[in-house]
Nanobody
């Protein structure tokens, strides 16, 4: 089992935001960690993920602007979001999947980008 705790968000300058999520166990034991988002009236979609032994993947809409990273000492996974656009407005969720069974979700974080 994995519990994911939202660690908050940090504004790092105009148009940038960093989301952080902490796992209750070593993230080295977690197959995939990622960030999803859900905009009003839309389905939840994957934004970025890190898969053990494979690396990182990004949604086309955020490539070049968002960066997912993990800290294996702190057991955290962060999402650095730069050049934010109004269409990035959504509730963002941290996720973890052990590679078997169901995945786990953290609390959502509202991100609102105004034009």
């Amino acid at each position: 089992e994995v519990q994911l705790q939202r660690r908050g968000r940090l504004g790092a300058g105009w148009g940038s935001l960093r989301l952080s999520c902490a796992a209750s166990r070593s993230i080295l034991s977690i197959n995939t960690m990622g960030w999803y988002r859900q905009a009003p009236g839309k389905q939840r979609e994957v934004v970025a993920s890190i898969t053990r032994g494979i690396g990182t993947t990004y949604a086309d809409s955020v490539k070049g602007r968002f960066t997912i990273s993990r800290d294996t000492v702190k057991n955290t996974v962060d999402l650095q979001m730069n050049s934010l656009k109004p269409e990035d407005t959504a509730v963002y969720y941290c996720s973890a999947h052990l590679g078997y069974g169901s995945g786990y979700w953290g609390q959502g974080t509202q991100v609102t980008v105004s034009s």
